[in-house]
């Protein structure tokens, strides 16, 4: 058994947090699901199928592909039907962490950068509700699909949203000013300079940075890359980590990932030939900030809670940037009864979410 197999032995367990929040995701995860489903209506998945294969290949590949992931409409059509909901998914999960660490700071405007057909920011106006939203995208057909998909949403940021057509290059132009730089799995379409030219462009255009990539060890790699590089910027790590000390699975063989899941369509389901309505997202990230008040909680749940009569055993990576096995017993009921509701990827101890959080609201 390999060192992650253990992730999936446990199913997760119950969040502790606020029913509105988990609800408000589940609407805004539908809301774009129904986008979806009217954008893409009429297309049939024997058309649809070689492409997915493709961006199967290319997702799961350890190196960055030679050409534009999303190359033509079929391309486009194909990974918004199949990838655009995970990438929401995850986006969402990584930004909630983000907004639990921030605290009260107010996020007014979001680029997105490498933003497909706009997962990430369709995200990001869910869990912040910023007023202003700036897509860059190298491939005008994904800009294309990004507008009719933004139009459906009922969000004014998302209807009124800037998309522009942006290709980073050594020579790149700096990105546009805002609150927050979100860019979700455009690392591992980059080559190694490419990956520090990225980091220094939003660590220049923003406060706050969040970046995301496949939950696999390369994905890790990259982020954890990018986390040195943020902190070597001068940045302070929002999330997942409680600390900016070198990431301590580096050079381990496992890796820091989480998951996110989410429902699948009927077309989605036929087009990866699977049975279930569901599937689990995982994925690596980072969120880096500068000169911002942070409450990031003492340490980060790295795997699933095994829960035992009597006990649960937690995996921790800690404050002082040191992974730690923590048993909770009865010996300390009133945390036993919270460690045994924790979920990987909460803090521990885990912070309590009010229903009358006025972000959580619909």
């Not at 639990?100 to 950068?113: F, I, R, T, W």
């Amino acid at each position: 058994m390999s060192q992650d197999d253990s992730r999936d032995l446990i199913p997760a367990a119950r969040p502790v947090s606020s029913p509105v929040v988990e609800t408000t995701a589940l609407n805004a995860s539908r809301r774009l699901r129904a986008a979806l489903e009217t954008t893409t209506a009429g297309r049939r998945a024997a058309s649809l199928q070689p492409a997915v294969e493709r961006l199967g290949r290319e997702y799961r590949a350890a190196t960055s592909p030679l050409q534009p992931v999303l190359a033509s409409r079929v391309d486009v059509t194909a990974y918004a039907v199949v990838r655009m909901p995970a990438t929401f998914a995850a986006t969402w999960s990584a930004l909630r962490q983000v907004q639990l660490s921030l605290g009260s700071v107010q996020l007014a405007s979001v680029v997105d950068v490498g933003a497909g057909t706009g997962a990430a920011s369709w995200a990001a106006v869910d869990v912040f509700r910023p007023s202003g939203v700036t897509l860059l995208e190298q491939q005008e057909v994904a800009i294309e699909l990004g507008r009719a998909l933004a139009a459906q949403s009922g969000s004014p940021p998302l209807v009124g949203a800037s998309w522009r057509s942006w290709h980073l290059t050594p020579s790149s132009e700096e990105l546009p000013r805002a609150d927050m730089v979100v860019s979700s799995y455009l690392l591992g379409e980059l080559d190694e300079p490419g990956r520090r030219t990225l980091v220094q462009h939003a660590a220049r255009a923003a406060p706050v940075v969040v970046l995301l990539d496949s939950g696999t060890p390369g994905g890790f790699a990259r982020v954890a890359a990018a986390r040195a590089q943020l902190v070597e910027l001068g940045m302070s790590i929002v999330a997942p980590c409680t600390h900016e000390e070198p990431c301590p699975l580096t050079g381990t063989g496992d890796w820091c990932h989480f998951a996110a899941r989410l429902e699948r369509s009927a077309l989605h389901r036929r087009l990866k030939g699977a049975d279930l309505a569901y599937e689990d997202e995982k994925f690596s990230f980072v969120a880096a900030a500068r000169e911002v008040e942070l409450d990031r909680g003492e340490s980060r749940i790295l795997r699933h809670p095994w829960i035992r009569k009597g006990m649960v055993s937690l995996e921790l990576c800690n404050s002082a940037g040191v992974v730690e096995h923590r048993v909770v017993s009865r010996r300390q009921p009133d945390a036993l009864r919270v460690a045994r509701d924790a979920r990987w990827g909460d803090t521990w101890p885990v912070r309590p979410v009010s229903e009358e959080d006025p972000r959580a609201a619909p």
